[in-house]
T-cell receptor, first 113, second 114 residues
Framework: QKEVEQNSGPLSVPEGAIASLNCTYSDRGSQSFFWYRQYSGKSPELIMFIYSNGDKEDGRFTAQLNKASQYVSLLIRDSQPSDSATYLCAVNDPRAAGNKLTFGGGTRVLVKP | DVKVTQSSRYLVKRTGEKVFLECVQDMDHENMFWYRQDPGLGLRLIYF???????EKGDIPEGYSVSREKKERFSLILESASTNQTSMYLC?????????????FGPGTRLTVT
């Protein structure tokens, strides 16, 4: 059973709209949550992290965390064609040494002009 | 800015060859990781290291080994390359601090084994 689940998409979003991406995780002991963006053929790039319940905003990105529901989401406001990428959710593994992360399979986002 | 570099962007090797992939980070990070990424399978952890000369198996260590002789350098070794090891290989590093789990990735090495 996969420990971090994401809808693979593609999530098709008109330019200027809000893209909403979801991620669920299975380990209640996880405390740190990350969103990475990965363009085709490139490596993942960290765009957001969140540790506490609630919302965290950074520019056009908002991360939302609900530990009770084991759910983390990413909102992209005013979506641009340059936001077209795969977004990976990552969650810390509280039982592993080395600050290990578990990654979801990613959601592919397509922003259409 | 954290910088993680990998020795090659593209590599083509023959079946049975010994392959070395090198990763270097310049931010004094204790933790280093090797992943492979394949379509439909996502990022899978091969090995990681939380200190010099320390290594831990990840989810798919079979067919691979690693070496960490210096803090900044983490090498992935394919002892006898096989076609099913054709993949994108990604190295990452992170600090070993409480709640400091964010990993920074290198540009990746696309390995083709023929």
């Amino acid at each position: 059973q996969k420990e971090v689940e994401q809808n693979s998409g593609p999530l098709s979003v008109p330019e200027g709209a809000i893209a909403s991406l979801n991620c669920t995780y299975s380990d209640r002991g996880s405390q740190s949550f990350f969103w990475y963006r990965q363009y085709s053929g490139k490596s993942p790039e960290l765009i957001m992290f969140i540790y506490s319940n609630g919302d965290k905003e950074d520019g056009r990105f908002t991360a939302q965390l609900n530990k009770a529901s084991q759910y983390v989401s990413l909102l992209i406001r005013d979506s641009q064609p340059s936001d077209s990428a795969t977004y990976l959710c990552a969650v810390n593994d509280p039982r592993a040494a080395g600050n290990k992360l578990t990654f979801g399979g990613g959601t592919r986002v397509l922003v259409k002009p | 800015d954290v910088k993680v570099t990998q020795s090659s962007r593209y590599l083509v090797k023959r079946t049975g060859e010994k392959v070395f992939l090198e990763c270097v980070q310049d931010m004094d990070h204790e933790n280093m990781f090797w992943y492979r990424q394949d379509p439909g399978l996502g990022l899978r952890l091969i090995y990681f290291s939380y200190d010099v000369k320390m290594k831990e198996k990840g989810d798919i260590p079979e067919g691979y080994s690693v070496s960490r002789e210096k803090k900044e350098r983490f090498s992935l070794i394919l002892e006898s390359a096989s076609t099913n090891q054709t993949s994108m290989y990604l190295c990452a590093s992170s600090l070993r601090q409480l709640r400091s789990y964010e990993q920074y990735f290198g540009p990746g090495t696309r390995l083709t084994v023929t």
